[in-house]
């Protein structure tokens, strides 16, 4: 059962920086292609960001540029540097596989960009 933690989230002003991070355990094989998933109130969760086993990536137009995907396989872990942040940019942000099925959720990380 692999097991999903986020953290780094926090309250920043427009403009400023954060680097979120993403535990994996439980993954007998190494990490699949994985991705950041955010969740606004009342919106459907969206894919942010995306990284492939190999580290090709992929971002989501309203974040292009300003966000930075990464992992280190042989911790398991994978990142999110957000810079540049907007009030827009304010959600709870999940990791999860890039793919199907899905991992189970975990908690997520809150950000908050004030205007």
């Known amino acids: 059962q692999v097991q999903l933690v986020e953290s780094g989230g926090g309250l920043v002003q427009f403009g400023g920086s954060l680097r979120l991070s993403c535990a994996a355990s439980g993954t007998r094989l190494g990490m699949p292609n994985m991705a950041w998933f955010r969740q606004a109130p009342g919106k459907q969760r969206e894919l942010v960001a995306g990284?492939?086993?190999?580290?090709?990536?992929k971002y989501a137009d309203p974040v292009k540029g300003r966000f930075t995907i990464s992992r280190d396989n042989a911790k398991n872990m994978v990142y999110l540097r957000m810079d540049s942040l907007k009030p827009e940019d304010t959600a709870v942000y999940y990791c999860?596989?890039?793919?199907?099925?899905?991992?189970?959720w975990g908690q997520g990380t809150q950000v908050t960009v004030s205007s």
């Open positions: 990284i492939t086993t190999s580290g090709s990536t």
């Open positions: 999860n596989r890039d793919g199907w099925p899905a991992f189970d």
